[in-house]
């Protein structure tokens, strides 16, 4: 049991190590928005099985949509490291309890990919109601120009645009 409690930790913290490099390039992750073009040209996510060689190649490459995700290669690549540090030790009783912290950790990276997602497109939509509001009042003082006669008799910065400028500083 001593020898399996080992086993476990040792897993444990590669796995740890694994999903926090993970969170880590998500943080750092660009996401970019996917328009029904782009997922389009990026092929289906699960390959389609053809009779022949073709349909065996599509099987073992995966989908160029994920090979795009630097992340996931990250957490994939620790979580490699983590089970090749048990290739040649791993005590079969220790089986189920490394399962279920595989199982406890991937659900973690699914919670921090979740995460990262509604944090970007949160700024996102931020980030589009802060334009529109520019835009908005861009069009107000180029409206406003136009009727008084150009530039010449334009109103000076206002406290409307003070407060837009200070929203777009934020």
């Given at each position: 049991p001593l020898f399996c409690?080992?086993?476990v930790r040792l897993f444990h913290r590669?796995?740890?190590v694994a999903v926090h490099r993970f969170q880590l390039a998500l943080a750092d992750y660009r996401w970019n928005p996917l328009s029904s073009a782009t997922s389009a040209a990026a092929g289906p996510l699960?390959?389609?099985a053809d009779s022949g060689a073709k349909g065996r190649a599509e099987l073992?490459?995966?989908?160029s949509a994920l090979l795009k995700f630097a992340p996931l290669a990250i957490l994939l690549n620790g979580v490699l490291s983590a089970l090749n540090e048990l290739r040649m030790c791993c005590p079969v009783v220790a089986i189920s309890a490394l399962r279920d912290e595989?199982?406890?950790q991937l659900f973690?990276?699914?919670?921090a990919l979740g995460d990262a997602r509604n944090?970007?497109?949160a700024v996102a939509a931020r980030e589009q109601d802060v334009n529109a509001r520019t835009d908005a009042s861009a069009q107000k003082l180029t409206a406003k120009q136009a009727t008084s006669g150009g530039a010449a008799g334009a109103a000076p910065f206002d406290e409307e645009h003070f407060r837009i400028f200070?929203?777009?500083m934020r």
């Amino acid at each position: 049991p001593l020898f399996c409690v080992a086993v476990v930790r040792l897993f444990h913290r590669g796995l740890d190590v694994a999903v926090h490099r993970f969170q880590l390039a998500l943080a750092d992750y660009r996401w970019n928005p996917l328009s029904s073009a782009t997922s389009a040209a990026a092929g289906p996510l699960t390959p389609m099985a053809d009779s022949g060689a073709k349909g065996r190649a599509e099987l073992e490459s995966p989908p160029s949509a994920l090979l795009k995700f630097a992340p996931l290669a990250i957490l994939l690549n620790g979580v490699l490291s983590a089970l090749n540090e048990l290739r040649m030790c791993c005590p079969v009783v220790a089986i189920s309890a490394l399962r279920d912290e595989l199982e406890t950790q991937l659900f973690g990276a699914i919670h921090a990919l979740g995460d990262a997602r509604n944090l970007a497109r949160a700024v996102a939509a931020r980030e589009q109601d802060v334009n529109a509001r520019t835009d908005a009042s861009a069009q107000k003082l180029t409206a406003k120009q136009a009727t008084s006669g150009g530039a010449a008799g334009a109103a000076p910065f206002d406290e409307e645009h003070f407060r837009i400028f200070v929203g777009m500083m934020r």
